[in-house]
């Protein structure tokens, strides 16, 4: 019976506060405003644009009569993994670091990077993240590059080729405006909300 009571008691608190908000949707609205502008506008003037900028490595081993065969694709996949493990230590990323004269260290070069290996392919897309498109496209190019000199040797393999180099990009890649009002929108009304 008092569990009835209670779960009765609930739905006419929420029922009443539905009331309440609907009364007041003038200030509710303001409040839905208010939090989409203050956290669209933070966004705008506060968060640095950012850009990618992404080459493509082919890594392959062909055999030594220069066909490819099955064997080679498999060691091919198996490099691929390698490659994405080796090339985000602090011996590569510390050579583009010298090649740039980046005020840097390898920590906080790797944050700039990420690897990605699509399903089923041998090719390996190195993918780097800056506030100046240039920059972008510097630090992808220069791992592509360090990649191809270095780890061949280090991995008695041979080395892979470019299949794609990075380009400047035109357009930034965040913040996303459009996402940051739309939270701040449903903060503000959610604030409201608690306080109600």
């Known amino acids: 019976m008092n569990e009835e009571l209670t779960n009765d008691e609930v739905e006419i608190d929420l029922v009443d506060l ?6 007041k949707w003038r200030y509710l609205l303001i409040s839905l405003i208010a ?3 203050l956290l669209g506008a ?6 640095a644009p950012t850009y990618e900028s992404t080459a493509k490595l082919y890594v392959v ?3 030594d009569d220069s066909v490819v065969n099955l064997s080679d694709l498999n060691l091919g996949t198996s490099l691929t993994a390698d490659y994405e493990q080796l090339m985000l230590s ?3 990323l510390n050579r583009v670091i010298d090649r740039l004269n980046l005020d840097s260290t390898s920590d906080e070069l790797a944050k700039a990077f990420s690897l990605n290996n699509p399903s089923d392919t041998r090719i390996l897309e190195i993918t780097a993240t800056s506030t100046d498109p240039q920059m972008a496209m510097d630090l992808a190019e220069t791992m592509a590059e360090e990649a191809i000199d270095y780890l061949p ?3 008695s393999t041979s ?3 470019i299949a794609q ?3 400047v990009a035109d357009q930034k890649v965040g913040p996303s405006y459009l996402k940051y009002t739309a939270i701040g929108a449903l903060l503000g009304a959610l604030i409201y909300c608690l306080i109600v």
Do not use: C, E, Q, W
């Open 18 to 23: 539905g009331y309440v908000l609907l009364d």
């Open 35 to 37: 939090g989409a502008v």
């Open 42 to 47: 933070y966004s705008f003037f506060f968060i």
């Open 61 to 63: 081993s062909a055999s």
């Open 90 to 92: 602090y011996p590569v």
């Open 153 to 155: 040797d280090t991995m």
């Open 159 to 161: 080395a892979p080729n």
């Open 165 to 167: 180099v990075a380009r």
